[in-house]
Nanobody
Framework: QVQLVESGGGLVQPGGSLRLSCRASGSGFTFNAMGWYRQTSGDQRELVASITRGGTTGYADSVKGRFTISRDNAKNTVYLQMNSLQPEDTAVYYC??????????????WGQGTQVTVSS
């Protein structure tokens, strides 16, 4: 089946940078739109950034100009470069992928989440 494995979270000081990675795997699957979401305790999961297979991107207003999403289709991997991090960016970050199976069944899959903490 499909697996999404995230990496790159951690603790960083305000103004610092982190790069998240999410590798998708699954025999016979094609991964279309991929994205990053984040969630703090008690809040709903919110979309941070998304990217289509063709490279069209979208961002939440709160991260525009600071975060950059990219992907490597050959590796089924999506990245999130986060610069100028602020304490309000602290959250668990989740990767999401829209996958289509060889029999054209479409479903969304989530990674396990990676903690990003911005604190001095």
């Amino acid at each position: 089946q499909v697996q999404l494995v995230e990496s790159g979270g951690g603790l960083v000081q305000p103004g610092g940078s982190l790069r998240l990675s999410c590798r998708a795997s699954g025999s016979g699957f094609t991964f279309n739109a991929m994205g990053w979401y984040r969630q703090t305790s008690g809040d709903q999961r919110e979309l941070v950034a998304s990217i289509t297979r063709g490279g069209t991107t979208g961002y939440a207003d709160s991260v525009k100009g600071r975060f950059t999403i990219s992907r490597d289709n050959a590796k089924n991997t999506v990245y999130l470069q986060m610069n100028s991090l602020q304490p309000e960016d602290t959250a668990v970050y989740y990767c999401k992928a829209a996958a289509i199976s060889s029999n054209l069944h479409r479903d969304d899959y989530w990674g396990q989440g990676t903690q990003v903490t911005v604190s001095s």
